[in-house]
């Protein structure tokens, strides 16, 4: 087996480890893809920005205009001194060092002594005009392009948008936030979230009510997904892999596993939904089949939903079939909808990309809100050393998700070890990443 291409049972170890390949993926492949740079809901007003930092390049999302999102590299065009840091809300981007100024369009607003450059050839004020880069919006997310020659971010997107759009994500907001730097590759983070094959070894306490735990993992053009086919074992019912019969009454099952989700993740699951769902026992009956037990409880989540004045997705149950679990848009954006709530992960390298071994990992939980009711945005950043551990104050499961990813780092520097062996049948999404990934980063 050669050592260096990807197989849909093999990821070779140098795409994690490697210091030429991290390189290669500075300049082939952030300078080229549509990555998330921030949600619309963080620049709700004329003048509201973000910096986003993506290897040593930085970028200002900004509302420029009610109805226009801009972008620019973060620089400003007479020393090159970074204009902005973080987020905030600013009526003119400034430059402390000389004074400098730029509208909210990107065009220039002053320059100090201006008369200076009289004569000078390439000093008008077009040619001080920040430079422009390409920014468009799917799903409340805001995603950039340095690449002037992309394809549309549509196009891009394909075949997502068509599966994802019927959740309706733009109209999701933030419950939590956080970022942390994490020991490990940005591919080992994201990878943690890219298959469903590890729940029954790192998440086992999920079992009780999961029903069947077996995934499938598909290639949808450069991106991925996972779902599962619960007619094997319905939902509320035990796993498989425990051994032990479908109960009579599914009912305890299925409430039992979303209040877990909802205490233990708090993602995903809303607490709407978890006390919708205890309407099962007084308004659903154990004999019910569990489409039937589904259906109700999809009812009652609605009701709840609604009652709050929160947005209520229409979804088919076919649209939701089809939907899966778990979507990875390429490169580093995996979310996990459910109608309610969306879990999402981006990650990307730490610094300026030349190390493989560290990663910042931002993990966002958003949900549907009666509007104006949804909390004030907060973003918890950790980026020390060790502030990652503080995630299991978070969540329990997320702790137990990356407890293994700084192992997985080491463990992937053995010289015994050749690659990751990626299963061909549920880890299909992480092998067509990596098979994407080497189509820009040899090209």
């Known amino acids: 087996m050669s050592r260096n291409i990807v197989k849909p049972d093999f990821v070779p170890k140098d795409d994690y480890v490697c210091v030429d390949f991290a390189l290669r993926e500075k300049h082939k492949l952030w300078p080229k893809v549509w990555q998330v740079a921030c949600r619309e809901q963080e620049l709700p007003k004329v003048g509201s920005y973000v910096t986003y930092d993506i290897c040593d390049q930085s970028i200002i999302v900004v509302r420029a205009a009610p109805d226009r999102i801009s972008a620019f590299y973060n620089v400003c065009m007479h020393r090159g001194r970074r204009l902005t840091e973080g987020c905030g809300h600013t009526g003119r981007f400034h430059c402390t060092y000389h004074g400098w ?16 450059w009289a004569g000078c050839n390439n000093a008008s004020h ?48 933030f419950r939590w936030s956080y970022s942390v730097r994490v020991p490990c590759n940005w591919k080992v983070a994201l990878e943690a979230f890219d298959e469903g094959y590890h729940v029954a070894a790192t998440h086992p306490q999920l079992l009780d009510g999961f029903g069947e735990d077996y995934t499938f993992s598909k290639a949808m053009g450069k991106h991925g997904m996972f779902g599962y086919d619960k007619s094997t074992r319905p939902f509320g019912a035990p796993s498989p892999r425990q051994a032990k019969p479908v109960p009579d009454d599914l009912r305890p099952g299925m409430i039992g596993y979303i209040q877990l989700i909802n205490e233990t993740l708090h993602a995903i699951t ?3 939904d978890a006390a919708a769902a205890t309407r099962l026992m007084t308004e659903a009956s154990a004999d019910e089949s569990p489409l039937e037990l589904g ?42 909808p459910s109608g309610t709530g969306t879990l ?100």
């Open 270 to 272: 809303t607490e709407k």
């Open 126 to 173: 077009d040619d001080f005009h920040l430079s422009e880069i390409r920014v468009d919006t799917w799903g409340g997310f805001v995603f950039v392009n340095l690449d002037t020659d992309a394809e549309p971010l549509r196009a891009f997107l394909d075949p997502v948008p068509q599966f994802i759009d019927p959740f309706e994500l733009e109209s999701a907001k």
């Open 101 to 116: 100024r730029w509208n909210l369009d990107g065009s220039v607003q002053r320059i100090l002594d201006e008369k200076d």
């Open 295 to 336: 259906m109700k409880l999809l009812k009652f989540q609605e009701e709840a939903a609604k009652a709050a004045g929160a947005h209520w997705p229409t979804l088919t149950l076919e649209q939701r079939a089809a939907a899966g679990t778990d979507w990875h848009v390429f490169p580093n954006l995996i979310f996990l």
């Open 344 to 443: 999402c992960y981006r990650s990307r390298p730490w610094g300026d990309g030349t190390d493989p071994n560290w990663c910042v990992y931002d993990i966002w939980s958003l949900e549907q809100y009666a509007p104006g009711a949804e909390p004030p945005i907060h973003h918890n950043i950790i980026h020390s050393e060790d502030g990652w551990r503080a995630i299991g104050g978070v969540s329990v499961i997320l702790e137990q998700d990356f407890m293994n990813m700084e192992q997985v780092q080491r463990g992937l520097k053995q010289a015994g070890f050749p690659g990751c062996r990626t299963s061909p049948i549920q880890e299909i999404a992480i092998s067509n990443m990596h098979r994407v990934l080497h189509d820009y980063v040899n090209s």
